[in-house]
Structures are given as C-alpha cells and as structure tokens.
C-alpha cells in the first residue's frame, strides 16, 4: 500500500516544464491503477484501489482533463474496493443475517400485537412487567449484536437486588 501510495504522490507532486514529453498526471495514475489490477495479485489491486479512491483529494491543481481522469480513477477504486471486498461467502453471510433480522423483527411484532390484541396491555412500555414484556425484554440488540437473556435477568424482570449496606 505505500508503495502506490509513493507511486502516486511522485505522479501528482512531479514538476513537469513545457519541453517535457512525459505523459500527463491523469493517463500515469491510470496506468499505474491498471497494472496492479491486471497484475492479478489481490492485494496488489486492493492496495492500489484503496490508495487511488483518495488521490483525488491529492490531486490539486491539475487541469481540467487530469482531474476529470482522476476523478473517474477514484469512483472506478471505489467499484472495485467493493468488488474485491464482495465474496461469495460474505453475501451469504450477509444474506443470512438480513433474513435472521427479519425473522426477529417479525416474531417480536407479533408478540406486541398478541399483547394488545387480548388485552395483556403494551409489552413495550417501560413499567410493563406481564409474560409478554417480559420476552421482548429477553431479546436484545446490544452493538448491533442479538444478545438472548435469561428470564431472571434484572432487565428482564425489572427487578434490582440491592445489597446491605449500599
């Protein structure tokens, strides 16, 4: 990673006078962005599209054609980031966990409209302490994470055991 990072700071900080016949920032950063992705490496082309998704905030004062090519290698990166970082597994992963959320939404839905619908009250409100409340409390969602409770845990049963002497 730093050395596309090197490679594209030199591209853009390179001074260019008018009898050099170099190629432009743009078409370099280009070709040094396609290289690491034809090279095959995963990490080559990884560490190049995360260095070139910011080399557009690096890139100032080039002209008009030069920022528009950069600007397309930078959104082109960020495609490719998201490509690179997309696996079959990961999707089902991800797949898998939606419909879990899912699931949960819905259970604990219909656990709230039982509630109401034969008069239990709202298992949702703070004070409510009935059989329904009680397992919506059990299930919780702490860090973005499904953590189940025990039915004697203190957030369940909304009782606290204070000790002696506190």
Known sequence: MQVYEMLIDQAIHTKRGPSDFRENVGDH?????????????????????????????KAQGLDQDGGMLVNRIAQESKEDINKIRSTPDLEKALESAETAWS?????????????????????????????????????QVIDNEIKILEPDNPHVTGTYVKAMGD
């Open 29 to 57: 950063l280009e070709k040094i962005y396609n290289e690491a992705k034809e090279s095959g490496d995963k990490y080559k082309s990884r560490a190049a599209a995360e260095v070139m998704k910011s080399a557009l905030s």
């Open 103 to 139: 699931e949960y939404r819905t259970v604990r839905h219909d656990v709230i409209r039982t509630a109401n619908d034969i008069g239990a009250g709202d298992p949702m409100h703070p004070l409510a302490t009935n059989e329904f409340s009680k397992e919506i409390k059990r299930v």
